[in-house]
């Protein structure tokens, strides 16, 4: 048995058993069409259910949330995926009923099913953080767990929630990571683990406030020794040291970071507890009435938007990117999707790429930049899928998701 604190795939052997497999496929989704924009997520699974392919496999996902434009049925799911595996994935257009239960019983071993997406069903919305007790009465839980033999949970990117299909069945039957889940928490808890030097962390891209927290937790339990900020986290650290970046740069901050004086407040005092350890850049890309205008910070135009960082902060933060043992990187260095604007980001993220450390790398924004400048998992030793979930796990917040499944290793544990 796994040495880990839950239950992996290795630890049972799943041929001919009935399977709940809770994964998250929640993507971007065309409005109009209804098209599937980003499939990332659904190919993030794939290992998973290949290791199911003799097992019966009942899926649960969820889409978007009740009044957002994407919060559609799981039809057009069950067919991408059918489409990905070159297997038929059949959909079910219900949760717990009679029907979907005769479907999941008259099923034979490597048949897949989708079942209708789990939001648009009350108790899993209502009674999401509501204790173990009150999940395990619903109908979802009741009614599911006499048709399956185990629970693979392989949603990490939702594992920071306490929704019903997520943690509802952790004493019902064994729950098992999924591939997915157990590479991810493996993968982030080694570059906790990487003895060296100098483990480092680049924080960018515009979610300032998850940032400043991250950075806070991991700074005072020494899972950081240095910090290099881009972007709008760097825009906040530069104006909490004390410099004015005028109303234009400011007015985008306030837009992105809605609590935008307490977490500046935060930032001052990191800089008072750890100054030295957290870098801001040094120079500037701005936007000149249309043009490309370069200046230090020491020439700092309030009138121009920063757009990207310059060439003096890219070659400092290279150079201590080359000697880091271990390397997070959350977030662009600027607004990468212009071409004009680019050039930080694809400096710092390809020094990265290249540097020996041991590199994790996460976020909804940072992916779709290693994506764009064909970064793979080839060069990053760990890209997660968790925009939230790894924000949440790095804070060292309360992970549900993973919680349960320790719950049920060590009730099942002598199975």
Same mark, same amino acid.
Do not use: C, W
């Given at each position: ?54 097992s ?7 889409q ?20 990905l595996l ?11 009923d ?26 899993e919305?209502v ?46 039957m ?26 480092? %962390?680049?924080?960018?891209?515009? &979610?300032? #406030? *998850?940032?400043? @927290?991250? =950075?806070?937790? !991991? ?45 500046l ?12 350890q ?11 009435? %249309?043009?490309?205008?370069?200046? &230090?910070? #020491? *020439?700092?135009? @309030?009138? =121009?938007?920063? !757009? ?6 890219i070659a ?8 880091s ?54 060069d ?36």
């Amino acid at each position: 048995m796994s040495q880990l604190p839950f239950f992996t795939l290795n630890d049972f052997d799943l041929v001919g058993k009935s399977v709940l497999l809770r994964v998250d496929i929640n993507s971007p989704i065309d409005p109009k069409t209804g098209n599937i924009l980003d499939d990332a997520r659904f190919r993030a699974h794939q290992e998973t259910i290949e290791a199911l392919s003799k097992s019966k496999v009942i899926i649960l996902a969820h889409q978007s949330r009740p009044g957002k434009n994407d919060f559609v049925s799981l039809r057009a799911h069950a067919s991408h995926l059918s489409n990905l595996l070159k297997r038929r994935v059949k959909f079910v257009s219900g949760l717990f009923d009679d029907d979907t239960l005769e479907e999941i019983d008259s099923a034979d071993s490597g048949d897949i099913l989708m079942l209708e997406n789990t939001r648009f069903f009350s108790e899993e919305v209502v009674l999401a953080e509501e204790k173990l007790e009150v999940m395990e009465k619903t109908h979802i839980v009741r009614n599911l767990s006499g048709h399956a033999d185990y629970f693979v949970n392989d949603a990490f990117a939702a594992a920071h929630r306490s929704n019903v299909t997520l943690v509802g069945f952790s004493q019902m039957m064994p729950n098992i990571a999924g591939k997915l889940m157990e590479n991810e928490i493996v993968g982030i808890e080694r570059f906790f683990s990487v003895k060296g030097k100098m483990r480092i %962390g680049i924080f960018g891209g515009a &979610k300032a #406030d *998850d940032s400043i @927290k991250i =950075i806070d937790k !991991m700074l005072k339990e020494g899972k950081l020794d240095k910090v290099l900020t881009g972007g709008l986290v760097g825009h906040i650290f530069i104006i909490a040291g004390g410099m004015d970046m005028g109303k234009k740069n400011e007015d985008v901050i306030r837009k992105e970071v809605g609590n935008y004086e307490n977490v500046l407040k935060e930032a001052e005092k990191l800089l008072h507890e750890y100054g030295e350890q957290i870098l801001t850049p040094k120079d500037f890309l701005g936007n000149e009435n %249309g043009k490309v205008k370069h200046y &230090k910070i #020491d *020439d700092f135009r @309030k009138d =121009i938007p920063a !757009m990207d960082i310059g060439v003096d902060t890219i070659a400092e933060y290279a150079s201590i990117i080359k000697n880091s043992d271990a390397i997070m990187l959350n977030g662009p260095m600027g607004v990468f999707e212009l071409e004009d604007y680019s050039s930080g980001t694809e400096e710092i993220f390809s020094t990265i790429a290249k540097s020996p450390g041991y590199k994790v790398a996460g976020g909804g924004h940072t992916l779709a930049a290693l994506e764009r400048m064909g970064i793979g998992e080839s060069d990053i030793d760990h890209i997660s899928t968790g925009g939230g979930a790894l924000i949440s796990y790095l804070a060292g917040e309360p992970m549900p998701g993973i919680d349960s499944l320790a719950i049920s290793k060590k009730k099942f544990g002598g199975m």
